[in-house]
Every structure is written in structure tokens, then in C-alpha cells.
């Protein structure tokens, strides 16, 4: 029988697909593990720019798809005459499986693909790299209090914190008062900031010059007024000025953009 | 008058969810627009403190989700058309319904006089202890028991409808019978069922720490700040679909008779994604708690179930996209903006997927990309289904059509605006302009630029929402008039009944066929 024949067809290649699915996730999984084990990104940032493109690319597509769609539809199927109804037939079971079936496979696929990129860049963004220098963040309203260990301690509203360029920095952090959210927009890495807990980010500053830092999490009046200037050095610079306790001023840096 | 604060018929307590909730609609639109003039440049200009505007913000927030969005899809639309489109004569329990629409305008007016009062709140619609239990800042039991009565409403309205679609269906009207409208209204209430307790019990918990001396968000005293934020997300995110879910529901009834076709693979989109939704939904609230200090591996786990959420949001697309195909499409002002809708699903529902990756979000979370992302899904095509429902039932609720030249004009400013406000959003949002901000001093100075597009767009939009409020208005007085059934609908309400339908709804009880679909266009 025909629809026998067409439903057992349809679902065989609907159980194909899914499985593709399925098995493409930890095959594309593995693949990008691969590249984590060899290292990841070198920062954060560099991650997130990626990824982000292969993101932009993987939403127009699909948005391509099903805007074009419509507008074809839209313009095609218009009522040539009043009265005229529908003639779309109602879909066969196996139809209906395949159209459910097919594209949540899919979407299944590029969710997986999505998550397996996702997770390798993550790994980058929540794995301190050992020699990475500490420093511990305090934040209250309305400013962020750098404590680098060895007596430092800068407030962000009196002076601009140093880093050194191309060697990593982690910061641990907690709040004295309410949340907030310790944001570097050009290093694309943020997190909360909250009393009775430990929180961290890593970055890792390109380039010489100065980068903003501000507060991301609703903290009331003073929320928009949380600025911390981050001033990346050489590294002899930043070593030097830490060691003298801040009184060795770094060298003159252009600023960044 | 006394026949509309007492009514118990599920058609006028639907008319007053409307009012109330295009009133709530139009003054958090005006709050907007203080947020929007105060964003124009940096630096302070139009509010006198940062207090004044964190509490603009503060209201439009809640009074755009819990007093318009919300109560407009579940509590008016829903009231309205739901009974009629099961056959019924009202719902389950119309005295209970009666007290559903007095909580809400309970809410209504404890939020206007939070407006006005000294110490308003300024906790945001998110209210996050510390801040919200705090001493100082503004008086955030104004925002609890807001909370509570627009919850109550929802919750009792919630009961009466699952009662009202399980057991009150006319006979050989079945579950696969049902419209879409119904379908997705049911599942938007069984969200709220089972997840607005948990909004009830955190913002008490505010309540208690507050104003009781308890400990539960103090870690000073034992506590956590963390227990607040899942709680609250727990709810807030399924609360989304409560939105999403009517919206959806409008929109194919609309496409489906516009284009005289039955709906595409209605199974899938029932069971694979109402259904799905609403698996789905409890299990990935941290996708707001991306970087809040979660544990890694619950932040990847979820972030899983949130991309797996795009597979039932699909398959309703897919069906919505599919009805269109091989229909003999007509256009009136509410399929403009179901067409307009289309295109704002895709942008909305696609810029929720770098959302749903913990590592995109690490950079994205609190900056304007995501004020956009949810704005193009809540204000823009949540708000849109609205008006396309408005328009669409117009003749059936007044035996008048609003669908004038007027009608037109605003629908274009309308989508105009909009766009103009959120797309440079998108953009600053990438570049790290965060969001609950005034001031932005700080950053590049051609942030002000894209502002300057969104602040245009704002006032545009507010255009618009005048024209088509006034073209409503008039339009229910002296529109022209139609006949009871002007789009050729096969769906009962338009069948059925006369226009506006009387006590009761029908003269006869509808007889239904067996094999009966409200989507009977091609036999």
C-alpha cells in the first residue's frame, strides 16, 4: 500500500537524520575538544570575536531562510479571486512526522554545533592560566578597590589600575554592600560581583593603552558612575610599580582608540 | 457602570482587562520616552537625579510585563475569545473571574501610586536583594505587594481557564479540535500555575528581610544572595512564554483565516511545540544567571536545554510559516501586522541564541544587545500580536471595523519607530553599552550618535501608539459597519455569534460535526 510504503520510507530517513544529529554532536564536540586541549584562545577576547562571527553567519542564514520564505509566500499565494479558500492538502502521517522530525533534527544539529563552539571558548574564558598575576577586586557603591597583595591597594576612583600587557590577570572578587558586575567591554569578559561569595574573570590586555571598565549589575544611583581605568604597561613597567607600591608611576602610555 | 465593576461575563471582564492594561500600556510608554529623551546624550538632561530615573525605569519595566503584556494576552484576549471558541457559554468560575479582574487593577493602582509616592521603588522590575532589602532606597514593599496582586490574578485566572478548556468543551469538540489560540493560551496558563508561587515566595522573602529582620538573601546573617536570583528566574523565564505563547496563538488565528487555510502540521505544533515549551521552560532559567557567580557545569548544562528550547519555538514557526503556503492570502490591518510580526520573531527569537551560549553572554549579559533582543520579543512582537488581535476582533467585539486609512498610517510609524530604536541598540550593545545607565560618559562618543537614532525612533513609536489608540477610539463610535463574520472566518466566535455576541454568547448552541476544525476552509 502506498501509504504504508511512504511512512516506513519517511521514517527511515527521519531516524537517519536524527541520528546524523545525533552522532555529529560529539563528532564536532571532539573535533573542537581537540583544539582546547592544544591551548583554546589566547584570550577571551580573541575567542569571543570568533566565535561571534561564525555566530552572525549561522543567524543569517537561518533568518535569510525563513524571511525569503515568507516574503515568496506572501506574494505568491494571494487570493486571486473573493471567495477563494486554501488548497493545501492536509499532510499524510508520514508528512507530518518528516516536517516535525527533519527540521528538529536540524535545529537539533546547529545546537549542538552552537554549544560545542560555545563550550570550547569556555573552557578559555573559566580556566585561569597558571602564571596568570592576582589581584583581588573589591567593589562597593560607588567604586572598585584593586588589592594586588603586596600592600598595593588602588581605588578606582583616584587612580587608574595597571596591568601588564600580554601576561594574564585574574581577578577574585566580592562586594561589601549589594551586586555588582565587573565589565571590560574590550576585553568581552564580565561577572558578578557579590557580597558573601567569590567570584573571578580572567583577561588579558593585547596592547599597551587605557581600557574602560564599568559596572553591569543595578547598584542604584551611583550605577551609571562606576568607571575603573584599566592602564595596560610593559611588563618591567607594571612589575616596577607594583613593587614600589604604586610610587613608581609606569611609563607614559598612548591611549587606546 | 455598576453592571461593568460587578460583571461576572467573561466578555466584559475581558473588555476591562483592555482598559486596564492599554492604560498601564500607554503611561509605561510615556516612562519610555523619559528613559529615551534622558539617553539622548550622556550626562543628566531630563530627570532631576539618578533616583527619578532608576524609578522610570523601575516602572516600565514592571508595569510593561505585569500590567500590559501579560494581562492583556491572558486577561483580555483570552477572556474574551476563549469561551466562544470552545463553544462555551462563559468559563468555569465567573465569580472567581470577577475577583481576577479586581486583583489586577489592585495591581494597577499600587503601581500608579508607586509613580507618585515618596521613596518610590527603584529596585527594577527584577528587584535583586541586596539593593530591594536594603535601608535606604526606595520602598520596595510597593513592588511586593504589586507582585502579589497581579500574581493572584494570574494564578486564579490560571485555574479557571485549565478548568474551563478541560471541562467545558461543547461536545465533538476535542483536544485536536481545538484552536490554536486555545491550545496556546492553555499552555500559557499552566505556566503561570505551576511557577508564579515561586515569584511569590522570593519577592516575600524581600519582604521578610526587609521589613521582619529575617536573613534568607543576607550572608551576613546566613544567607545567600544567589537564592533570590533562581527563584526569581525560575518564574520569570516560563513568564516570557506566557507572553510568547498568546502572542503566537493571536497570530495564527489571524494568518489562518487571512489566508483561508488550515494550520500547517497542527500536531507538531501542539504537541511537539506548545508542549515541548512547556517541558522546556523550567529548566533553563540560569541562562540569566550566565554570569552571576553559577557553577560552571549548571551554566553548559543549561545552556543546552536553552538551545534545545529553539526546537519546539521551530516547529511553531514552521507551522505558523506553513499556513501560508498554498493560502488564498487577503491583507487588513491586522494581518499587516501579523506580517510584520513574522519578521520580528526571527530577529527576536534568532538574537536569543548568542544569548543562549555561556561564553557569548559573558560579554553580552546586561548590555543593550540584550534590552534589544527582548524588546524586539516583547515590545515589538508581543505588542504587535496585540494590535493585530485588536484590529482582528474589532468587528466582532463592536459590529465595526477599524480598519481606516488612519489604521495604516500609524501601523507604518509604528514599525518605523520601533525598528529605529532597538537596531542601534543591537549595535552598542556589542561594543559593551550597558544597560540600566543614564549616563554614558564613559564610553566611545559615537555611542551618543546611536541614541540619538533610538531617541528618534521613540518619539515616532509614540506617534503611532497615539494614532492608533485615537483610530480605535473613534472606530468603536463611528466605524463603518460590518457584518458578523467580515474576514470569512470558519473559527466558532465569527460563525456563531452575532456581533458583539450577547449574554451567553449563542442564540443556539453550536452544533458541532464530527471531523469539525475552526479551520474548515478546504473540505
Redesign the interface.
Known sequence: MKIRTDFQAMRKGAAVVSALAVLMAPVVASASGGAAAAGGFSS?AT??NE??HH?LV??LV??GI??I??VY??WK????N??????????TAAQ?LG??LI??AI??A???F??AK??V??NT??TVPADAIEVKLTAQMYSWEFDYGNGLVVNSVEAPIMVPVGRPVVMRMTSN???H?F?I??F?????V????K?Y?WFKAPAAGEY?A????????????M?AKIQAVEPAAFDAWVASKGKQAAAPVATN? | MKEWIFTTDHKRIGILYLIGSMAAFVVAGIAALVIRFEQFNPGMQVVN???DY?NALYFHGAAMILAFLIPGLTGFFANYFLPIMIGARDVAFPRLNALSVWLFYGGIVLALVSMVMPDAP?V?W?G?P??ST?GT?GNSAFYVFTVHLFGFSSILGAVNFIVTVMYLRAPNIGWNQLNMFVWTMFGAFIINLVFIPVLAAAVTMVLFDKYLGTHFFD??GG????LYQNLFWFYSHPAVYVIFLPAMGVLYEIIATM????I??Y??AVY?GVCGIIFLTGEVWVHHLY???MP?WL??GQ??TT??I??PV??M??SM??T???????FNVAMYYA?SC??LV??GG??G??L?????T??L???SFVHAHFHFVMALFATFSIYAGIYYWFPKMTGRSADSKLAYIAFWLNSLGVNLTFWPLFVIG???M???????E???AYFADYHHIATFGGVVTAIGTALTIINLVYAAFKGAKTNSNPW?SKSLEWTDTVSPPGPGNFVHDPKIAPGWTPYD??R
Not at chain 1, 499565494?77 to 486571486?80: D, E, G, L, V
Not at chain 1, 568581552?188 to 558578578?192: A, G, L, S, V
Not at chain 2, 550597558?434 to 554614558?440: A, E, G, H, L
Open positions: 577571551p575567542g569571543w566565535l561571534w555566530v549561522d543567524l537561518i533568518g525563513f524571511a520564505a515568507a509566500m506572501l499565494y494571494q487570493a486571486k473573493p471567495g477563494d479558500v486554501g488548497t493545501a492538502r492536509p499532510l507530518a516536517f516535525a527540521p528538529s535545529f537539533m546547529d545546537d549542538f552552537l554549544a560555545g563550550w571558548l569556555w574564558q573559566r554592600d549589594v551586586i558586575s565589565f567591554p574590550e568581552r569578559i564580565k561577572e558578578d557579590m557580597p558573601g561569595r567570584t574573570l574602560l564599568t559596572c553591569t549589575e543595578y547598584c542604584g544611583a551611583g550605577h551609571s558612575q568607571p582608540g | 537625579s539618578a533616583t532608576n527603584d527594577m527584577t535583586y541586596p539593593y536594603m532606597p550572608p551576613a544567607g545567600d544572595v544567589l489566508a483561508k487555510n488550515h500547517f502540521n500536531k507538531a511537539g554570569v552571576a557567580g560552571d551554566r553548559i545552556m543546552v538551545l534545545l529553539s526546537v521551530g516547529l514557526v514552521i510559516w506553513g501560508l503556503y498554498k493560502g488564498a492570502i487577503t506580517v513574522l519578521f526571527l530577529i534568532l538574537t541564541i548568542p543562549a551560549m555561556t561564553s557569548m559573558l560579554h549579559s546586561e548590555t556589542v561594543e559593551g550597558p544597560r540600566r545607565y543614564y549616563d554614558y564613559q564610553f566611545p470569512g476552509y478546504v
